[in-house]
């Protein structure tokens, strides 16, 4: 069998060590245990933020400190105590609340990172994407695909907040990040609303289109509608035992995930449920949309409720308790994952 622990430091290794590494080698069998581990091994930890209380309060701070054009983006970073100092809230993803504040713009620019809007509060800001504004409501899932122009206005009387949630550290780990400006803070608009999604939102697709990217050509799957169809599926048949009702949000066009990098789900968990012991190898951020329960992951209780954003780490094994009728949103790397082969999942004791 393979070993599990570094062989002995010998006085003589050490000195064997030290000679070769001026010539930049080092040698594995003192760090293959690290490296290859018999199980997930991993930094992220178990966190919550509960939204009223920790984060609105800083949010609506920085909202007088630092204009959303000064910042490009006024966002607080959401960073996983695992990972402090690194802006991320699980190994491969980015999170973050960002707030646009009445008559405020935040600037075109594009980028390689894709990115989801998750709506928090506030009513009536729009996103633009690719010349398309789309309106924002609390519970809807909004997509900028990598490398679309993207720009945030505010015209409503509100402040409004949103999830961000970026597939930073992946684009980083391969090295693909690119950025730019745009030549001007507001994109033109060259689409009415509502455009892509009366082409592709409603079951038929233009006839003869074909698709050029793997995110979905719907950028805004409005709450609305994910609600409706959670509540039917409550209506008419028993929870799955791990995830309630769960669903996946989809690309229309290709039956994959809504964006490639980055999957994103909705699960109605109804009032007294409480699921069986489940993981999987992919770290997940969820917000509460409605309800309120506990998420216990470990020794850790994470005790929800709406606008809350929680983390359970890849391979943790975890359980959900819903109080009340209970909408979780979610996502994390899993398509990443699948495309690559390394997706695994498990149920109860397995
Ligand atoms: C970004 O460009 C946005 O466009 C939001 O709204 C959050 C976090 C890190 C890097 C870029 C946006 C971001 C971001």
């Known amino acids: 069998m393979a070993t599990q622990q570094a062989p002995a430091r010998t006085a003589e290794r050490q000195a064997f060590y030290d000679t070769i590494a001026p010539y930049n080698l080092a040698p594995l069998w003192e760090k293959l245990h690290h490296l290859v581990t018999p199980e997930p091994v991993t930094q992220c930890r178990p966190h919550l933020w509960h939204y009223d209380e920790d984060v609105r309060p800083h949010l609506m701070r920085a909202g007088g400190l630092i204009s959303a054009m000064e910042a490009t983006r006024r966002v607080l970073i959401l960073e996983n105590p695992g990972y402090a100092g690194e802006a991320t809230v699980t190994g491969s993803l980015f999170a973050g609340l960002q707030l646009i504040l009445p008559g405020e713009v935040a600037p075109a620019h594009r980028h ?14 729009y996103t633009a994407v690719d010349g398309e504004r789309t309106t924002m409501q609390p519970g809807d899932f909004v997509i900028t695909p990598s490398w679309t122009w993207h720009d945030h206005g505010n015209e ?19 090295g693909a990040s690119f950025a730019e400006p745009g030549a001007a803070d507001v994109q033109a608009v060259t689409r ?23 995110t979905s050509p719907v950028f805004n799957y409005p709450y609305e509608m994910s609600r409706a169809a959670l509540a039917a599926l409550a ?47 992919d770290a997940t951020v969820y917000v509460c949309v409605e309800g309120g329960g506990e998420t216990r ?11 809350d954003i929680f983390v359970v780490p890849g391979w943790a094994a975890h359980t959900h308790h819903a109080g009340a009728e209970s909408v979780l949103f979610s996502f994390s790397d899993r398509p990443v994952q699948e495309k690559l082969g390394l997706w695994r999942e498990s149920r109860g004791n397995e």
């Open 235 to 281: 209506k008419n048949g028993p929870p799955d035992p791990y995830h309630g009702h769960k669903m996946r949000y989809v690309n229309p066009a290709t039956g994959e995930w809504a964006m490639p990098t980055i999957g994103t789900a909705i699960q109605l968990l109804p009032q007294g449920f409480a699921s069986l012991s489940y993981r999987a190898t």
């Open 297 to 307: 992951v470990g020794d850790a209780v994470l005790n929800w409720r709406p606008r």
């Open 156 to 174: 409503s009387a509100e402040p409004m907040v949103w999830l961000d949630g970026l597939d930073i550290q992946i684009v980083k780990l391969l």
């Open 192 to 214: 009415p609303e509502g455009d892509s999604f009366a082409r592709f939102g409603h079951n038929l697709l233009p006839i003869d289109w074909k698709p050029e990217v793997k």
């Open 112 to 125: 390689t990172q894709s990115a989801l809007r998750f709506i928090i509060e506030g009513h009536g800001a």
